[in-house]
């Protein structure tokens, strides 16, 4: 069967999200859908008894159950799908049932790669705030329904300045939609889409330099998901460092191979910088290391999360007085960033406030609607249909 696009699913261990999205998905009845799930998980018979028992045909399971990187599952999951268009999402993420017509869309314009509105939706068992609950809640940017062109290059010299660890508007094939072809054009350089050990921002900057036609489509496609297991064995470490050998899901090459300028701890803030670098030497542009890479800002945000690791920023820094600078620049941010959730909250209980690497502190894009208690995926989809009955651009 010819499909016209292939939602890709790696995924170890988290089947009480993953069933969900194979029953969202199945919902969309569609036989222009494949969904393709590459487990990793080692006893896959709980997996295994709820396909035999759905009866879905556009399913495709795979299983790998010796321990693999998160890079390498997701590499599996592309080679095992067929579509001319391919979607990746984790496995507590969704998409909307909006995702056909935007593949339609992106064959009648010749889109090699979309990224559809910011949004998050927050399982039931998921709470990060300390200034109320945000379980059980779909948070959606404010969004306008137009289309807007970007230069992959240009998004990517200004994601390395701020030290390679934004992918906001970078094009990427995770949480996004990429042309097979084009994603194959990453492959045939050195037999992988993911040439880093983070898997998202490493696909995204190598697919900067083979792109010709990247799109933001201001419209809710792409659901993703945050649950009280969001980044799998990650989770564990709860937003702190650790060394780098304890992390399972890396490449066993990753220590051996880290940047020497990047502080050698497994952290967010130096996985991504790190992935970034080793995409750029992957796909030859290793120059742009030394011409765009700002070394400072990736300090910066290090020690922003992990203060207590200063002194290793410090001696990876070439210019201390700017790193103070930026440090003490993020803390003001930080501060009053958390005043206006705060306030905006309790006031208002509809606006959030969430910054990124890349966004700065009125960034109208970072604004959220906050809609509640929506206890699975199928209800965050139900209520962007309810609102959004096509697509419209």
Request: proline share 4%; net charge neutral.
């Amino acid at each position: 069967m010819a499909y016209l696009v292939s939602i890709i699913v790696p995924t170890k261990d988290r089947y009480e999200y993953l069933k969900p999205l194979i029953s969202l998905v199945k919902g969309f009845d569609s036989d222009e859908i494949e969904l393709v799930i590459q487990d990793n998980t080692h006893d896959n018979i709980e997996i295994l008894d709820f396909i035999e028992h759905l009866n879905y045909q556009h399913l495709k399971y795979f299983h790998t159950p010796d321990q693999i990187s998160v890079a390498k599952n997701a590499d599996l999951a592309i080679l095992n799908s067929t579509a001319p268009y391919v979607c990746f999402i984790g496995d507590d993420d969704g998409v909307s049932g909006h995702i056909i017509s935007a593949v339609k869309w992106m064959e009648r314009n010749e889109v090699d790669v979309l990224k559809s509105t910011m949004m998050s939706y927050k399982w039931p068992s998921f709470n990060f705030s300390k200034i109320a609950d945000f379980s059980a809640v779909l948070m959606m940017g404010v969004y306008d329904k137009s289309v807007q062109k970007l230069d992959p290059l240009n998004e990517l010299r200004k994601s390395l300045g701020k030290g390679g660890g934004g992918v906001a508007f970078l094009p990427k094939v995770y949480h996004g939609i990429a042309k097979r072809s084009t994603l194959d054009k990453v492959y045939r350089v050195g037999g992988t889409f993911f040439p880093g050990a983070s898997p998202d921002i490493a696909n995204a900057v190598a697919m900067c330099f083979v792109v010709e036609n990247f799109v933001y489509l201001d419209f809710p496609i792409v659901i993703p998901g945050n649950s009280n297991r969001t980044g799998g064995d990650a989770q564990k470490y709860k937003g702190q460092c650790a060394p780098i050998s304890e992390i399972s899901f890396l490449p066993k090459d990753t220590e051996k191979n880290w940047e020497n300028f990047i502080p050698k701890v497994w952290a967010a803030e130096t996985i991504m910088p790190e992935s970034a670098c080793k995409s750029l030497k992957y796909m030859g542009k290793e120059d742009l290391i030394k011409e765009y890479f700002g070394r400072e800002w990736m300090l910066a945000y290090f020690v922003l999360g992990h203060p207590e690791l200063k002194q290793m920023a410090l001696e990876k820094s070439t210019n201390k007085i700017k790193l103070n600078y930026l440090i003490f620049q993020l803390l003001i941010i930080k501060y009053f960033r958390a005043i206006y959730n705060k306030f905006a909250y309790k006031m208002f209980s509809m606006v959030y406030y969430t910054g990124g690497h890349t966004g700065g502190i009125f960034n109208i894009r970072n604004y959220y609607s906050v809609s509640k208690n929506l206890q699975t995926i199928h209800d965050a989809n139900n209520l962007i249909m309810k609102k959004e009955k096509e697509l419209q651009v």
